[in-house]
């Protein structure tokens, strides 16, 4: 038998292309530009359908568009960067289908599909902005519901009442699940993922990378994303030019780029190295995914904790996998210019150079050697070179072969790599050990909530050489040519600069010189971030703690007892309560006869209306035990029978007011004659 097709209230059809408009949102950074005009247009489109402005689609354009779509969606989805398909697959998906919406199972397919869009957004972007729009979507999918099982009951009712009411019921829907997900939030404990989604999102883009080459690091200033948040105990960072942070060591060099010490990676951790004690810090990290596994830390680390992480002898530390989420941890560090060791292991690795080229390079240390130059003296003469003409600059020009000798004695500008590079290879030829460092040098202290920022266009090289007796030795050649790089901020410094954040067209960081107040708002919102991150998003750890505490010395029928017990009552005892109020869920006529029903039931189980019962047949057998009520039945069962079978388009209020007229002189006169009897 083929089931009639319920065609979608006029409210409800607005609903949807709301529903889906707002869905979308979240999803525009990801989408193509050809995704963003057709969705728009289909819109735009579907809401003139709706108002009856312009007819609806054909079926041959239907069809038309829909191979159009389908085939750039392929070509979208096949070139896309990690799940960034997935995206244009969901909103283009649901802006076909907006296309033939006529009925309550078309819109039923639209609800789905947006929370299914709903909930994938959370994968690209967890901000608390993207979690207000997520609850945005929520109360608009829930008002497309309302509206959708309406059954015409707002059809010409005035604007406001069609779409507050909705507003309404989904709101007190959201606040009654709110005791739920309290609970849920606080003691369910957290656990990986049933499946296993390879991910990389843009910070992989702006990121460090695992080898150096000048001109690399210098990209980095383009972009204004945020590296890691450290918070210090004692709400006390460092002095700037003390804040360098250590993220990699790079020893093997190829004549164009330096490598990192592979044969460091999964090194035992090494004992701590002592120096002052008032320059022990004591901080928590919370680093932003880069889908690498270096983790950054003060110079030099003396402890780290958290979870699956490897302190290597050269003072870097990384997490056994890549970061696709955000990951804290806890360390502690003594900042200081040297590292104190006795003993240099693979000497000849950091003394290694290449056979051949730039040989200008090679004549001018080999005339250093030829003086008997002491590593201090070799020292200077590297800081009088630098200091004689070479310019710090953004925009340096591109080095081709033999690219020292290009950048000592031809271009003598450049950034951090262009200083650090040429610096440890002179050392090398020298015959003084040495290596590069790759990792962030500043910070941005945020009062409002005591935190330091770290931004990727702070990445920073620098140099560390060995001088036996003293142990690794960090040599800065960039403050040697710009000092002020190293004792002010960067964006104080190059924010007139046009390659400074030119990837992040809309930060606010290139407006603060214009106008301070952008600053001051632009602070305030990353605190309010920061708390979100800490306390929402890495709530995990704190749980676990709150857990371990209530859970300390109980075995694991006390963790049941303790974690999944309440919940499964409250769940219980929720459950009662909604089929005890099962008639909740029937709407007010169906409310009426079940009222009818238990009330001539006190009087003779009889009487009770049976489920598959109509009302016509009910009242034939009400009348047959209360002949009396033949004079107001046929009013009301005709009233009743009107309004179930309106036709679309009709006005119900008229027909209301005439059927509660007829309903209520009933029920007085059942309930007068049961009371009797």
């Not at 490598?259 to 919370?286: H, W």
């Not at 590297?382 to 072969?401: D, K, W």
């Not at 075995?555 to 049941?560: E, F, K, T, Y």
Request: include cysteine; charged fraction near 20%.
């Amino acid at each position: 038998m083929k089931k009639t097709l319920v065609p979608l209230p006029f409210y409800a059809g607005c609903w949807l292309v709301i529903m889906v408009a707002v869905m979308s949102i979240a999803h525009v950074p990801q989408l193509p530009l050809w995704s963003i005009i057709f969705s728009v247009m289909t819109l735009a489109w579907s809401w003139l359908v709706l108002q009856q402005k312009v007819k609806p689609i054909s079926a041959l354009m239907k069809h038309l568009v829909m191979a159009i779509v389908v085939i750039a969606t392929l070509a979208s989805a096949i070139s896309a960067d990690g799940l960034a398909g997935l995206s244009t697959l969901l909103v283009t998906g649901s802006m076909l289908k907006l296309l033939e919406t006529r009925t309550r199972r078309d819109g039923w397919v639209l609800v789905l599909a947006s929370c299914f869009a709903t909930a994938v957004s959370f994968l690209f972007n967890q901000t608390m902005l993207s979690a207000l729009l997520g609850l945005i979507s929520i109360v608009v999918i829930f008002c497309a519901l309302v509206s959708m099982h309406s059954s015409g009951e707002y059809k010409k009712q005035p604007f406001n009442a069609a779409f507050v009411k909705p507003l309404r019921r989904s709101s007190a829907l959201l606040v009654q699940s709110l005791p739920m997900m309290i609970v849920l939030f606080v003691v369910f404990p957290r656990i990986g993922p049933l499946w296993s989604v390879e991910y990389k999102n843009g910070a992989a883009k702006t990121g460090l990378s695992e080898s150096i080459s000048p001109g690399q690091v210098g990209r980095l200033t383009r972009s204004d994303a945020v590296a890691f948040r450290v918070s210090f105990e004692g709400d006390q960072p460092p002095p700037r030019q003390d804040r360098y942070w250590r993220a990699m060591t790079l020893s093997r060099f190829d004549g164009e780029q330096w490598f990192m010490d592979d044969f460091l990676r999964r090194e035992a951790t090494v004992a701590p190295s002592g120096t002052r004690s008032e320059n022990r810090y004591q901080y928590q990290v919370i680093a932003e995914p880069s889908a690498n596994p270096w983790l950054f830390l003060l110079d030099y680390p003396t402890q780290v904790s958290g979870e699956q992480i490897q302190l290597a002898s050269n003072k870097t530390t990384r997490a056994i996998k890549p970061l696709d989420n955000r990951f804290t941890y806890q360390a502690s560090s003594v900042v200081s210019d040297r590292f104190f060791q006795t003993e240099l292991k693979w000497a000849e690795r950091y003394t290694a150079v290449p056979n051949g080229g730039n040989p200008k390079t090679r004549a001018l240390v080999a005339q250093w050697r030829e003086q008997r130059l002491s590593h201090s003296e070799i020292i200077e003469q590297i800081y009088n070179l630098f200091n004689r003409s070479f310019r710090y600059t953004l925009s340096p020009p591109v080095l081709v072969a033999d690219q020292q000798d290009a950048f000592l004695f031809d271009t003598q500008a450049g950034f951090c790599e262009h200083f650090a590079s040429a610096t440890a290879y002179m050392l090398r030829l020298a015959g003084i050990p040495a290596r590069l460092v790759g990792g962030y040098q500043g910070g941005e202290w945020n009062a409002y909530e005591s935190y330091m920022l770290v931004r990727q266009f702070e990445a920073h090289a620098w140099v560390e050489y060995w001088q036996q007796g003293e142990g690794w030795i960090r040599l800065d050649p960039t403050a040697f040519v710009a000092p002020e790089r190293i004792e002010q901020s960067f964006d104080q410094l190059f924010g007139d600069d046009t390659n400074f954040a030119a990837d992040s067209a809309a930060s606010l960081i290139r407006w603060e010189k214009r106008w301070s107040w952008v600053g001051d708002l632009r602070l305030r919102y990353d605190a309010v971030n920061y708390r979100w991150h800490r306390w929402i998003l890495g709530y995990h750890e704190t749980q676990q703690l709150l857990l371990s505490d209530w859970l300390s010395g109980k075995n694991r029928l006390a963790l049941i007892a303790l974690v999944v017990l309440p919940v499964s009552v409250f769940l219980a005892v929720t459950l009662w309560w909604l089929l005890r109020k099962k008639d909740h869920y029937l709407n007010a006529r169906s409310r009426d006869i079940e009222k009818v029903s238990r009330l001539l039931e006190q009087k003779d189980g009889r009487l009770r209306r049976k489920k598959e019962e109509t009302l016509r047949r009910y009242l034939e057998r009400v009348v047959a035990y209360y002949p009396e009520l033949a004079a107001v039945a046929p009013a009301w069962l005709t009233a009743y029978e009107r309004l179930e079978y309106l036709p679309q388009g009709k006005t119900a209020s008229p027909l209301q007011k005439t059927y509660t007229f007829a309903y209520r002189h009933f029920y007085r006169g059942a309930k007068r004659l049961s009371a009797k009897r």
